[in-house]
Nanobody
Framework: QVQLVESGGGLVQAGGSLRLSCAAS????MGWFRQAPGQEREFVAA????????RYADSVKGRFTISRDNAKNTVYLQMNSLKPEDTAIYYC?????????????????????WGQGTQVTVSS
């Protein structure tokens, strides 16, 4: 059973920064997704198990950075230049399927385990 525990959410003003953490029970390809009220869960960023491959949604490219510390089995999402539209519950997820050497999953259905979510609120 894979366990994922997110932390680091909170309230921040527009233009500010937050760093989310996701502690996993092992080393997996990981993704971050978010879900705003009344909206579907959307892809934010993903990283391979080695950390060598990353992918970002266009809406966060250049502002968010996904990284990992495999010694701690922890994945991070550094969020800079936050906007009110970034407000959502953020979820980390683990993908246990090998997709190929240069591929990380970007669809929620491809992920096998999910954390409980952490709220990020950006005020204008």
């Amino acid at each position: 059973q894979v366990q994922l525990v997110e932390s680091g959410g909170g309230l921040v003003q527009a233009g500010g920064s937050l760093r989310l953490s996701c502690a996993a029970s092992g080393r997996y390809a990981m993704g971050w997704f978010r879900q705003a009220p009344g909206q579907e869960r959307e892809f934010v960023a993903a990283i391979s198990g080695s950390g060598g491959i990353t992918r970002y949604a266009d809406s966060v490219k250049g502002r968010f950075t996904i990284s990992r510390d495999n010694a701690k089995n922890t994945v991070y999402l550094q969020m800079n230049s936050l906007k009110p539209e970034d407000t959502a519950i953020y979820y980390c997820a683990a993908d246990l399927t090998w997709h190929g050497p240069l591929v990380v999953a970007t669809m929620a259905a491809q992920y096998d385990y999910w954390g409980q979510g952490t709220q990020v609120t950006v005020s204008s």
